[in-house]
């Protein structure tokens, strides 16, 4: 069981969500995420990046949209209250060294994993430009928490309403042409978000990596929920990423995979078969 500490709404669909979860505090890295059911017995497992993370109090921070019946009934809880279980941290860590220029772009809630790779980012010495994007000034997330970790700070909305009226390809194709491009660029947000993003590097030679959001149902690799084509490879989501290099990722086959699966996500008849933290009488803890 894990104690909300806090919970903030920060748009109409947006919650962050601070509980307590020592163990992932302390071990998990950027770029990594988490497995959350609010009901042991047959909750939906909800995949979620982690946001932030505070060694001393123990504590992660969790952002999620409310997209389906399982966020929905997350986010119902309340400071006080308690998610039966968090997994993780899951997936490997993001690849940080010093590139020296990185343009990280974070689509919508995609800015909220972005933040702790912005960190380390900056952290490893590099000089860290960050663009938000948002279809309207309510749904801009992290703006000061970025302001203060990032070198530069770019927002664009579809609408106009805050920062510049664009979407992100058009700062980040700034940068891209710019004499002294980026050494690295960073996507997170929603798969047509990076597949453009990564249309827009590959038009300059500047490298990408993507955090790809795929459905997940185990996160440990053997479902096969999460599969995605990398390079002309299978790969899964949960264990060999959630980061790819973005110029090898078939954009077209995961968004057409994804949504596949929407309509089951929309609805509350789905039920998880496999238990966290459980052991079935006789059983494998694999599912019962
Ligand atoms: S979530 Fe099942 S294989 Fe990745």
């Known amino acids: 069981m894990n104690k909300i500490v806090d919970k903030r709404q920060l748009s109409a669909e947006v919650y962050e969500m601070v509980v307590e979860a020592p163990h992932i505090a302390w071990s998990g890295k950027a770029g990594q995420f988490i497995i959350v059911q609010t009901d042991t017995e047959w909750g939906e497992r909800i995949p979620l990046t982690i946001a932030d993370a505070d060694t001393e109090a123990g504590t992660l921070t969790i952002v999620f949209q409310t997209v389906g ?4 009934k997350l986010a119902l809880k309340n ?3 308690f998610i039966d279980n968090i997994l993780g941290p899951l997936g490997n860590p993001t690849h940080i060294e010093q590139f020296g220029r990185v343009v990280c772009v974070g689509g919508g809630i995609g800015a909220a994993p972005l933040f702790p790779i912005v960190k380390a980012m900056k952290t490893a010495g590099n000089h860290v430009s960050v663009i938000i994007g948002a279809r309207t000034k309510d749904l801009v997330i992290f703006e000061d928490r970025m302001r203060k970790a990032a070198d530069e700070l770019i927002i664009v909305t579809d609408d106009g309403s805050w920062g510049k009226k664009a979407l992100v390809t058009e700062p980040l194709k700034e940068y891209c042409a710019a004499s002294h491009k980026p050494d690295m660029t960073v996507a997170i947000g929603p798969p047509i978000m990076m597949k453009f993003c990564e249309k827009t590097a590959a038009e300059f030679d500047v490298p990408i990596m993507v955090s790809l959001n795929t459905i997940m149902i185990d996160g440990t690799g053997m479902c096969g929920g999460c599969r995605v084509t990398v390079g002309g490879e299978t790969k899964f989501v949960c264990v060999d990423g959630p980061e790819f290099d973005g110029h090898k990722v078939d954009f077209d086959n995961m968004m057409l995979r994804m949504k ?8 509350d008849h789905h039920r998880c078969h496999l238990k966290m933290g ?3 009488p006789g059983g494998t803890g694999q599912g019962v």
């Open 69 to 72: 019946a399982s966020t929905h």
């Open 79 to 81: 400071k006080g209250e």
């Open 260 to 267: 596949a699966f929407k309509a089951r996500e929309d609805k």
């Open 278 to 280: 459980l052991e079935p």
